[in-house]
């Protein structure tokens, strides 16, 4: 292997905006990087179906091997597998071949770990080797080792995450330039930071898939996205950002994670944040991540959560930390779960969870409809906070009626919603939900 001659042998899957990364600071940085690992590091082996191509400007690459065929990866030379080629089935069959072979696995696919990151784990450790997933989540922001080295003491009580910066990007434009959702898209697609397919951000999915990895780390809880409930940005409208505003709230795409004793709740829905939180500052295509845990209280990671060299930094550091400890024989994969995972955790159902809303109807001016609506909301219990109509149109055009509750189960809400439902077309269109959420700390 290659240790045993003095180095720390690297192959890398994928060539895109991230491996290109990684090359370039491994190339470039290869001398301090390699006394940081306390190792020589060397690439030996690049695969991607473009590589010659994508290599194009790069120098200094010496005998380096370059491959279209990700099986090369598997052979005995490489002790790292850097795999940066997202995906599912093809990335699980590199990572899955790399791990049975004894290789060290260092990815940032938060889609193959949020669906089989337990036997992942399972496996490397099993194998007695290394597994970095620093990437996956978060971008350059240093979150799971901290999660998983730094806390160790603590409990994690709540998480809330912003956790995809095209989501964050898409909601500011709206609410600064107060411009419609498909415009701030449309700007966030020029910038480059949706994904290829962009309604994995826009639809929360990404976010979900993030919150899967997250949660599995820190709580050795891997529920799949099937049991996190998730919903997107793209019913946002400027009159909700508007009214939001004049609430003194912000609407962020959050990640959230609460205990309730064995149970957790975790969910991925635009959410109203009050302007005094640091949440409500996170702008652009800004990341973080707001933390509440039992011994430090909470804790607030901020920084860039795509691109190039923020990611290409996160898997570098992976590299390098399970380089050193390969290359002293001292590396052990320790167990996820890091902040007080209990194997009989289980979800909360979304229909259970406990909240405030804003709701916002659009109905025809007619004298009553507010008192209907106010009706059906106490049939079931849900007790409302706040009223505001302050359009008036006699000429039957539909105006906003927005109120706000007081906290309620969702499974309540939804009932008088679909009883207000059935009161008729007076009421238009479905009435804009959004969750109100105002932090224990
Ligand atoms: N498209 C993602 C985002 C970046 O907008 O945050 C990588 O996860």
């Not at 008729?424 to 105002?438: T, Y």
Request: hydrophobic content about 45%.
């Amino acid at each position: 292997m290659g240790q045993e001659r003095g180095r720390v042998a690297l192959g890398i899957a994928g060539v895109g905006t991230v491996g290109r990364g990684v090359l370039e600071l491994l190339l470039v940085q290869k001398e301090t990087l390699s006394k940081k690992a306390g190792v020589a590091l060397e690439i030996v082996r690049v695969v991607d179906r473009d590589a010659e191509q994508k290599l194009s400007g790069l120098s200094n690459l010496g005998g380096l091997d370059v491959s279209s065929n990700l099986e090369d990866l598997l052979k005995p030379d490489v002790d790292i597998v850097i795999e940066l080629i997202g995906g599912t089935q093809a990335a699980k069959d590199l990572i899955f071949g790399s791990l049975e072979k004894k290789k060290s696995v260092v990815t940032a696919n938060k889609a193959l770990l949020s669906s089989l990151g337990r036997e992942i784990f399972e496996l490397a450790q099993k194998q007695g080797v290394g597994l970095g997933l620093e990437a996956s989540v978060g971008g350059g922001i240093p979150l799971i080792e901290v999660i998983r080295n730094n806390l160790v003491a603590n409990r994690l009580d709540g998480l809330y995450g912003i956790l995809n910066g095209t989501s964050n990007f898409i909601l500011e434009a709206m609410t600064q330039k107060r411009i419609p959702f498909e415009q701030a898209l449309a700007e966030a697609g020029a910038k480059g930071y949706a994904e290829a397919d962009p309604t994995l951000d826009i639809s929360g999915k990404d976010t979900a898939h993030k919150l899967c990895v997250l949660l599995g780390v820190a709580l050795d809880f891997w529920p799949g996205l099937g049991a996190v409930y998730t919903e997107g940005i793209e019913r946002v409208a400027e009159l909700d950002i508007a009214y939001g505003a004049d609430l003194g709230m912000v609407i962020k795409l959050l990640a959230i994670v609460k205990r309730v004793g064995r149970s957790i709740e975790c969910r991925v829905h635009p959410v109203m944040v009050p302007e005094r939180h640091l949440l409500a500052h996170v702008n652009g295509a800004f990341n973080a991540l707001y933390l509440d845990l039992s011994c430090t209280g909470p804790l607030l990671f901020f920084g860039q959560g795509a691109g190039r060299y923020p990611t290409a930094s996160a898997v570098v550091a992976d590299t390098v930390a399970i380089a050193g400890g390969l290359a002293r024989g001292v590396y052990a994969l320790r167990p996820p779960g890091s902040l007080d995972g209990e194997p009989s955790l289980t979800s909360v159902p979304m229909e259970e969870i406990e909240t405030e809303y804003y709701l916002r109807y659009m109905v025809s001016d007619v004298p009553g409809m507010v008192g209907k609506i106010a009706t059906a909301l106490g049939n079931h219990g849900v007790s409302i906070s706040q009223v505001i109509q302050k359009e008036r149109n006699e000429g039957g055009e539909r105006v906003p009626v927005v109120l706000l509750t007081h906290k309620t189960k969702e499974r309540c809400l939804k009932a008088a919603l679909k009883e207000i439902y059935s009161l008729g077309d007076v009421l238009g269109e479905p009435p804009q939900v959004i969750r109100i959420e105002r932090f224990a700390s």
